[in-house]
């Protein structure tokens, strides 16, 4: 269902998407030249994706979110919404970004990967979210959590089921449960290649 979006050039998308659901309000999506968007992804009003973006199957794009150019998005990700992808990044299976998150260039975050937004879930109605801000080049690995507010800095490595509680230096290796830190071993330094 493409009729209710803005596609600006050739772009794939398959009859099974959803472009601006029905019943859902704003402005219809904008979608970058090249994109491919597979069976049962949902894109919402108010998302600007740019060019040779690619989806998975049933990813889900919330509304107010801004994806830069050769974004991933895999097989049942979920961007939910009012969050910042920046160019070259690629979310993998199941990988969670809530809403206020913002996510650098050539970010990875590895299968079941969650980022989570609110301190103390339906405890506090006053809370404000506050997603994670994860710099340039950093790898998130597989089903490692980040806590909210947590900033990750540029070309920092969190290994798999990590729990991320604090903030980490750029070219750092977070490591454990609670996330420690160790200094970035040598293979694994430099940008990501996405």
Request: aromatic residues 2%; without cysteine; hydrophobic residues 35%.
């Amino acid at each position: 269902m493409t009729d209710a979006a803005q596609i600006d050039g050739d772009v794939d998308v398959a009859q099974t998407a959803s472009l601006a659901p029905d019943g859902a309000e704003g402005e219809p999506p904008v979608i970058g030249a090249g994109a491919t968007i597979r069976g049962g992804t949902v894109i919402y009003p108010d998302v600007v994706v740019g060019e040779n973006f690619s989806t998975g199957h049933h990813a889900i794009v919330r509304e107010e979110t801004r994806i830069g150019d050769g974004v991933l998005v895999g097989t049942t990700a979920v961007i939910d919404g009012h969050a910042q992808i920046g160019d070259g990044t690629s979310l993998q299976t199941n990988a969670y970004v809530p809403t206020q998150s913002k996510l650098g260039d050539r970010v990875f975050l590895g299968p079941g990967a969650t980022l989570t937004n609110d301190a103390t879930p339906v405890r506090n109605e006053q809370e404000t979210l506050d997603g994670p801000h994860l710099h340039d080049d950093v790898t998130i690995g597989a089903n490692a959590t980040i806590l909210p507010g947590v900033e990750v800095g540029e070309g920092a490595f969190v290994a798999a089921g990590a729990v991320v509680t604090k903030d980490v230096p750029p070219r750092t290796l977070a490591i454990g449960t609670p996330a420690e830190h160790r200094p970035l071993p040598d293979e694994l330094e430099g940008g990501n290649h996405l």
